[in-house]
């Protein structure tokens, strides 16, 4: 079950640098995009940045609508994770080809991945920056995530169910091992 | 011994989401700060973007000298990174106070952190991106890692002295465990 993260904590769900799958909304159909480089901005109103390369489809969907959801994904669909950054969706549906499920989002067009252990929907503030730089920078609108892997406002990423995958580059990835709580 | 990384892979130091400390050098001295928030821009010239609260000394050395150094600290610095994100360089100089020591970059003033496993020489690109959102955009001039942790031009994140820091938020705080190569 997912509910629903205080908006002044979303930015948790990505502060350590997990592979997000982008989605969006365009043209009558939803696509997904593989992205690594992601960060959050700010706390309140919060806000995140992610680059997505020019050559992406969802780089022209998201120019277009201004809407996004970051999903993050948990290592057991890693193998989706790299079909979904090795093919375009201009011609396919990620969804239905990778057998990913479309869920509604609350306040923006583009669904949620509902097998994903979190999500934050986001509105583009800066089109000319996503020109420049291929920078993303959006308000996160609402953020959600898997009751069970959330707890004391983090993500769970020592449980199996809630590593996330971080990309070391080419096809070397790292998951999260022990988690300590500094006192 | 540190090894210089060829520029087109330097992003592969951050490209995994860990926790950063900046070095940066103004009014005659060097300063650090702490912070998670960072991510890689683009390949060539490669380009990374870090987000420093403009409440931070360091945010108004940066904005005025337009240099810095990321560096990427391993799980043994983890109380010295807290201890730098956690009091301002304003009126002391955290070199000295937390024992880290400073070795001249190559193309900027601001020094690198020696016990650091690897480092990026940065150059402030928008001025106007830092003043309104905090987000420092820089270009990449040169890239440093530990010779005996970087290997197949990536850092190998599974060996004890080079797993790097990520922040899950608050006092919580995750360390690569395992790694895999997906052929």
Same mark, same amino acid.
């Given at each position: ?25 365009? @043209? ?18 919060? @806000? ?114 809630? @590593? ?20």
């Amino acid at each position: 079950m997912k509910i629903k993260v205080p908006l002044k904590k979303a930015n948790r769900l990505v502060n350590h640098g997990p592979v997000i799958l982008v989605s969006s909304f365009y @043209k009558g159909r939803p696509n997904i995009c593989t992205v690594a480089w992601n960060m959050p901005v700010d706390f309140d109103p919060p @806000k995140v940045a992610c680059v997505i390369g020019d050559d992406n489809y969802s780089f022209e969907c998201i120019k277009n609508t201004g809407e996004f959801v970051i999903n993050i994904p948990g290592k057991s669909l890693l193998k989706k994770v790299i079909q979904c950054g090795s093919v375009s969706g201009k011609n396919i549906d990620k969804f239905k080809e990778f057998g990913l499920t479309p869920i509604a989002a609350s306040k923006v067009k583009p669904p949620l991945i509902k097998e994903c252990v979190a999500h934050l929907e986001c509105k583009l503030l800066r089109k000319d920056l996503a020109v420049e730089y291929n920078i993303f920078l959006a308000e996160i609108l609402c953020a959600w995530a898997e009751k069970s892997f959330f707890k004391n406002n983090r993500l769970l990423v020592e449980k199996s169910g809630a @590593k996330t995958i971080h990309h070391l580059g080419a096809r070397f990835f790292a998951f999260p091992g022990n988690v300590i709580e500094v006192k």
